[in-house]
């Protein structure tokens, strides 16, 4: 029998999925081995501290912070959706970050006001929704 052609077109048993599970359980995966702790962070030799780009600050603050579960504007904690928003210098410091609802986000951005307008494709809509809050 070639080696990886038996198990074609079958399923492992739910008992067979839980012994390989178990037997993954507290073990590292062999890509994240590679990274030394003395290379994290500042110590990685590909650090650009204050050259980063956008995407790469926010997947930086959303993985030292965590993702967001609750607006520090208005306090509401059943919103959809929650964003680390920069409210001072664009920067790694906590101080210059905000959890806010997406709500709140645009409206401290403008954005909810240009998608308030009335010739905007969904403005009717989102201020029926708007008003309704």
């Known amino acids: ?17 839980r012994k390989m599970s178990a037997a993954k359980k507290g073990k590292i995966p062999k890509n ?3 990274l030394h702790k003395t290379q994290i962070g500042k110590n990685n030799p ?5 050259n980063v780009g956008y995407q790469a600050l926010h997947d930086w603050i959303r993985k030292l912070y965590g993702t967001p579960k609750f ?8 919103a959809k959706k929650y964003e ?7 920067n790694r410091r906590r101080k ?3 959890r806010i609802c997406t709500r709140c986000h645009m409206i401290s951005d403008g954005r909810l006001k240009k998608h308030l307008r009335e010739d905007h494709v969904y403005g009717e809509i989102l201020q029926d929704r708007i008003l309704e809050k």
Do not use: D, P
């Open 32 to 34: 994240l081995k590679r």
């Open 1 to 17: 029998m070639t080696r990886g052609i038996h198990m074609k077109g079958r399923k492992h048993s739910k008992e067979t999925r």
């Open 96 to 98: 210059n970050w905000k």
């Open 84 to 90: 680390w928003a920069c409210v001072g210098i664009y």
């Open 46 to 50: 590909r650090w650009k501290g204050s």
């Open 71 to 78: 607006c520090e504007n208005c306090g509401t904690t059943t």
